[in-house]
Every structure is written in C-alpha cells, then in structure tokens.
Antibody, heavy 120, light 107 residues
Framework: VQLLESGGGLVQPGGSLRLSCAAS????????MSWVRQAPGKGLEWVSV????????NYADSVKGRFTISRDNSKNTLYLQMNSLRAEDTAVYYC??????????????WGQGALVTVSS | DIQMTQSPSSLSASVGDRVTITCRAS??????LAWFQQKPGKAPKSLIY???TLQSGVPSKFSGSGSGTDFTLTISSLQPEDFATYYC?????????FGPGTKVDIK
C-alpha cells in the first residue's frame, strides 16, 4: 500500500488549493478514505472522510462549507478541495486509508503528508 | 462532538518498563477506538483498531483494552523505538476526534 499526497504549498488567506492523494497497492474503490491534519507543533485533527461504499462524506466543523473531499476511483486518487483558506488551516495534511468501505472503520495506512501554509 | 482526553499528557519511562496510557471519551463509543504512534517528523502509524485489535505487523508488546468510555494502551516492555507520541481516536460518531496525545520519552 502506498499513499502519496501532493498539491501542498503556500497560499494567501482567502485562496484555494487542491490536495491529491495517489493510492496504489490495493483496490482503491473498495475503501473509505480520510484526511487528517496537524498544525505545526500541535496534535492530530480529523478533517474529512469519504465512504468507499456509497461516496457519502462527513466533515469537521472547522472546515465544513469550505473544504470538499472527493475521489476518482478510475484514477485511484483522493482529493481535498480547500477554499476560503485561513491562517489556522496551516498544517501538514495526511490522507489515510480505512480498513473497509464503511467510514466507521479504523485507518490502517497513512501517507507521508503535504504541507499547506496559509500566509500573506 | 465527542471529546477525547488522554492521561498522562506525558511520561518518562525506562527501557523495559511497562507503560499504560488511558483514553476517555465524553460519551460511549462502544469499541470504535483506534491508537496511533507518531515519531517526530513522521506520519502517524496505526497500532490498534476496534479498541483491542492489533494492526498487521504491530508487535504483540502493544495491547489495547476497553469499551464504552474508558480505554487503555499498554506497552509491555518499552524499547528505544517506542519513544514517541501516542494518540487515541474515536470513529463512532461524526466528527471523528483525536485525543491530545501522550508523549513518552526516556527517563
């Protein structure tokens, strides 16, 4: 199993960025996937999850209405579209594979992370 | 939202020690509880899911227990590679939430 995040970088407050997570080594479409972030020097914060069964999604209150999780099963890729970015969104963003198609399963593999910096 | 707390927030231990970390949920989460290990500058690593099931490849010195609101992670004999920060996470109810972490360092 490999998860490779990309798309991070420096963006101004109010701007947008799209993260990608390229998956390999498993049947991507069969598994739920999550995004988790970690602000510099801080703990882990769950961001969003998408089901592998029906494509349903859930979000943390801190990103609801601004971030959109999606997946392209034909490309084995998970996305996180981030709009209206704020300084407090600065973090390393990790994608994580779940143990099954249901969202209410634990994670088993994580990517190496992508740094997003929101600053003017 | 379900709040997760961990105790202690940090601990100092010696190689060979038995270490126990506690995680408490603000409401019942059955066994929808995972434990992660994170070393500085690295991605988190999954250790345990469903409160007590070891992830594939995780050594048996790690064990988890609990159900409902109270959970524990135990390391039976601490080794140098186990010095890290440990997080619990509930995935019973949205939004999923993590505990604040427990840093285990060398005494």
């Amino acid at each position: 199993v490999q998860l490779l995040e990309s798309g991070g970088g420096l963006v101004q407050p109010g701007g947008s960025l799209r993260l990608s997570c390229a998956a390999s080594g498993f049947t991507f479409s069969n598994y739920a996937m999550s995004w988790v972030r970690q602000a510099p020097g801080k703990g882990l914060e769950w961001v969003s999850v998408i089901s592998g069964n029906d494509g349903s999604t859930n979000y943390a209150d801190s990103v609801k209405g601004r971030f959109t999780i999606s997946r392209d099963n034909s490309k084995n890729t998970l996305y996180l579209q981030m709009n209206s970015l704020r300084a407090e969104d600065t973090a390393v963003y990790y994608c994580a594979k779940h143990l099954g198609g249901s969202k209410r399963t634990g994670d088993d593999y994580w990517g190496q992370g992508a740094l997003v910096t929101v600053s003017s | 939202d379900i709040q997760m707390t961990q105790s202690p927030s940090s601990l100092s231990a010696s190689v060979g020690d038995r270490v126990t970390i506690t995680c408490r949920a603000s409401q019942g989460i059955s066994n929808y509880l995972a434990w992660f290990q994170q070393k500085p500058g690295k991605a988190p690593k999954s250790l345990i899911y469903a409160a007590s099931t070891l992830q594939s490849g995780v050594p048996s010195k790690f064990s988890g227990s609990g159900s409902g609101t109270d959970f524990t992670l135990t390391i039976s004999s601490l080794q140098p590679e186990d010095f890290a920060t440990y997080y619990c996470q509930q995935y019973s109810d949205y939004p999923f939430t993590f505990g604040p972490g427990t840093k285990v360092d060398i005494k």
